[in-house]
């Protein structure tokens, strides 16, 4: 039976600390080491490890330098076969999510499953695109990320590649599946089910700041050779063409209801 280490980084958010070991805590798989990363919290965050410590793999609380330092100090203390991130406010959808995930035995580098969203002031929930083994490539890093919350990662790929980048303080965990992916060839499996869910919003849903960060990616990518204009290009004019066509579904859609307006005044009439 493989050990999946849980990891969950959190700052000062209590509530969503409690939600997610609970999550956690629940599970009915038998083989999960769960370790809990603060980083100083100054809210209820240190009372809550204290009631669950004994619960725990490993704990600590003490300032750093943000998320992805709190979430290589996991990864050192982790001993499991996979990583699992699951940072504070994220949940597993049921106790048994572990146990099915878990019977998809594989020994790939990365095995990806869906995520669900929710909002949290209406808590409506969406869900993740659906990914196909095939259409990942350096092509597909350029629009599309894995979902960390939702992926598997086998615990030697971080000595392959490396941990997360901390001169990086938003994109780091896309620029690590795309170091994984891309320059070191991590094997992946993708499954058509989801098991974990996050609220929307945080600092990653800065498109601007992501878009910084990600164009520094990018350029060592070129500089490098794993990345070439003419893929660049390519996004782009697909892009361009989605945009096309969806301006011009619109305009049929209004066109078509302004008809539809005038034909019952014309009834009326």
């Known amino acids: 039976m493989q ?3 849980i990891i969950t980084v959190n700052f000062n958010n209590d509530l969503g600390l409690k939600k997610t070991i609970q ?3 629940g599970q009915t798989y038998p083989n999960i080491e769960y370790i809990v990363i603060d ?3 100054m809210d209820g965050s240190k009372d809550i490890i204290k009631t669950y410590e004994n619960k725990l793999a490993f704990s600590i609380s003490e300032p750093d330098g943000g998320i992805y330092y709190g979430m290589n100090k996991g990864i050192l203390h982790a001993t499991g076969d996979y990583i699992l991130f699951l940072n504070s406010g994220d949940y597993l959808d049921s106790n048994t999510s572990v146990s ?7 020994n790939e580098d990365l095995i990806v499953y869906r995520q669900k969203f929710i909002d949290a002031s209406t808590h409506h929930i969406s869900l993740s695109p659906r990914l196909h083994e095939n259409e990942v490539n350096v092509e597909f890093f350029l629009t599309s990320v894995f979902p960390h ?3 598997l990662i086998k615990r030697t790929l971080f000595d392959k590649v490396g941990l997360y980048r901390t001169d990086l303080r938003i994109v780091s965990d896309w620029a690590f599946w795309t170091d994984a992916v891309v320059r070191h060839h991590a094997s992946f499996v993708m499954y058509n089910y989801s098991f974990s869910i996050m609220e929307k919003g945080g600092t990653s849903s800065d498109i601007e700041k992501c878009q910084k960060e990600m164009m520094i990616v990018a350029n060592e990518l070129l500089k490098d050779n794993f990345l070439s ?3 660049i290009f390519h996004v782009a004019s697909l892009g361009r063409r989605y945009q ?3 301006r011009n579904l619109i305009s ?8 539809n307006i005038m034909e019952s005044i014309l009834k009326e009439t």
């Open 252 to 259: 049929r859609i209004k066109m078509m209801a302004q008809m």
């Open 149 to 151: 919350q939702a992926t």
């Open 244 to 246: 096309y066509t969806q």
């Open 100 to 106: 099915k995930i878990m019977k998809n035995s594989s």
């Open 229 to 231: 204009w003419t893929n």
């Open 39 to 41: 980083g100083g919290s």
């Open 23 to 25: 999550s956690v805590l």
């Open 3 to 5: 050990k999946l280490s």
